[in-house]
């Protein structure tokens, strides 16, 4: 049963906020200030593993944006560097004949299988390496934060809520010494 109860104490000395330890604290005319913290006023553990799995990942999922924005951008520059463009006109003769440049997957697979060597080469192959890392962590991350989003939405989701009603109660305190009002409300 999650139950959070608060009593506001309105006596001489002041206002008071504090969870209450329960009726029996109050009905003994205890005067801590600040009661005990029940086990019924904490949260549940699965609701703070479910969230915890939310927010890690929710930073998998900004992990995975960065090595996807890194992968467009090692993209964007491996096409206009010179190197590239050297190895792309060598592989794809004749180019003065209308051909387009070849794809960029299709280029590191030439690359990568030693086609046409020369000095740009090693250059070509680095960066094709370099971009074939960073998509595979944005994949890595992507799924992880895909996964643990979706498995902590299941477990706040699944996790055990307060079936009781929520209540007030009003209680004035009159006696020797003591002389203000309780106010208790608990959901």
């Known amino acids: ?9 309105l006596a001489l000395t002041g206002l008071c906020l504090a969870p209450s330890a329960g009726a029996q604290s109050r009905a003994r005319g205890a005067r801590t200030p600040f ?34 924005s890194e992968t467009w951008r090692q993209h964007d520059a491996s096409t206009s560097l010179r190197e ?4 792309n006109n060598r592989v794809n003769a004749p180019n003065d004949a209308g051909l387009r440049p070849l794809e960029t997957s299709t280029v590191c697979e030439l690359a990568r299988a030693g086609v046409s060597p020369g000095s740009d080469l090693a250059t070509v192959v680095d960066t094709c390496e370099r971009n074939a890392r960073s998509r595979t962590v944005a994949w890595a991350f992507g799924a992880t934060a895909v996964g643990l989003i979706a498995i902590g939405a299941a477990v706040v989701a699944l996790s055990p809520r307060s079936v009781a009603p929520p209540r007030a109660v ?12 309780d106010l208790s409300v608990t959901f």
């Open 170 to 181: 009003f209680v004035p305190r009159i006696g020797p010494g003591v002389l203000g009002a």
């Open 1 to 9: 049963m999650n139950r959070r109860e608060f009593v506001f104490t």
């Open 84 to 87: 590239w463009i050297t190895y």
């Open 35 to 68: 009661p005990r913290v029940t086990s019924a006023a904490r949260l549940p553990v699965q609701t703070v593993l479910g969230w915890g799995a939310v927010a890690i990942g929710v930073g998998a999922g900004v992990a995975s944006a960065f090595a996807w």
